[in-house]
């Protein structure tokens, strides 16, 4: 049992400290945060430990009668590993911390490759991150790309890769203070950040990214187009994305025709806020024109990371070193099958 605490308790951190609390090898500590306002109050709710990351958070904490079981100092002498899921800002200031005290950590998706090092997909890279003192599991977006491709590379199918994502403008719960609206904005640079951020987890991949951002909160969806090492049938590149227990396959013919009726079909299924930690990819929006590959997919931006983060803990602690058995358990644990 690994005892473990999140740092920053927004969209990303409170879906690893649920997940956290249902693994039977993991052990939430506490989360800390500069809030008081309702989303810590849903924490105390929970009955999570509570932290304060500065002594200013403690006294608005303490005003807002948020029980308080110590500063984030106390906090990280207690636990085995951080995940940290600060804005990058604020992450930047932290791994100070943890690297003087000599605690693991994990970053998100946000923070640059060379902050950690090691940047981590539990399908493509799991091995390599086995007793690490950090990792950064990626974005996203990133590992969306990295799920997809490394399944086609695993069925020895995969030359290269050119892919265009749309990206939703800002957050659910942010939406109202602001955002695009009435337009859509392509990122100037080609390729976007995604292609070189997956290959900061797999250098062999040959991929190239181009992003717009569209005026929606949802989720994110891509268009890849990817030149096969050789001709082959749709069949095969199914059976290619079955391999992988975080594809999910779904049917535009049965009405899952736009992000908000699969996030409705996930939310029917009994998913904590309808998180969507697979990627859903259109079976029969699929095509293969000899040796060429299309298809599409969608993104839940605020839950695709979450598995991802549970195996990262598991593999920077050195509890489970198997990836397929790390993956089956945190699967498992999740509802995901």
């Given amino acids: 049992m690994k005892n473990i605490a999140v740092i920053g308790y927004g969209v990303i951190g409170k879906r690893v400290a649920d997940a956290i609390n249902k693994q039977d090898d993991l052990k939430l500590v506490g989360v800390c945060d500069v809030i008081s306002d309702w989303r810590i109050q849903n924490a105390v709710r929970k009955e999570y430990n509570i932290y304060a990351a500065t002594p200013e958070a403690e006294k608005e904490m303490k005003i807002g009668n948020i029980p308080l079981k110590g500063s984030m100092q106390e906090l990280l002498k207690k636990v085995d590993l951080v995940v940290d899921c600060t804005p990058k800002n604020i992450a930047a200031q932290n791994i100070k911390m943890y690297k003087e005290i000599g605690i693991k950590f994990i970053v998100q998706g946000g923070e640059k490759h060379e902050t950690t090092g090691h940047s ?133 013919d049965q009405g899952l025709v736009s992000n908000n009726t699969i996030k409705e079909m996930f939310l029917d299924m009994g998913r904590p806020w309808g998180d969507m930690y697979e990627v859903a990819l259109w079976e029969d929006m699929l095509k293969v024109v000899g040796d060429e590959l299309f298809y599409a997919y969608v993104v839940d931006n605020q839950a695709i990371v979450i598995p991802e983060t549970i195996d990262a803990i598991r593999a920077l602690t050195g509890i489970e070193m198997d990836a397929d058995k790390s993956i089956a358990k945190t699967n498992e644990s999740l509802g995901i099958h």
């Fill in 120 to 252: 981590f997909s539990a399908e493509n890279n799991y091995k390599s991150a086995i007793n690490l003192n950090a990792t950064r599991v990626v974005s996203c977006n990133t590992t969306s790309i990295l799920r997809t491709l490394t399944a086609l590379k695993k069925a020895g199918l995969l030359e290269y890769a050119r892919g265009t994502l749309l990206r939703r403008a800002t957050d659910p719960w942010e939406s109202h203070l602001g955002g695009i609206m009435n337009t859509m904005v392509p990122e100037r640079d080609i390729p976007s950040h995604q292609g070189p951020d997956a290959q900061s987890v797999d250098p062999d991949l040959n991929v190239i990214t181009s992003a717009v951002k569209v005026p929606e909160t949802l989720s994110h969806m891509h268009y890849w187009n990817v030149k096969l090492k050789k001709q082959t049938t749709k069949e095969e590149v199914l059976e290619a994305f079955k391999k992988s227990s975080r594809i999910k396959l779904i049917h535009y």
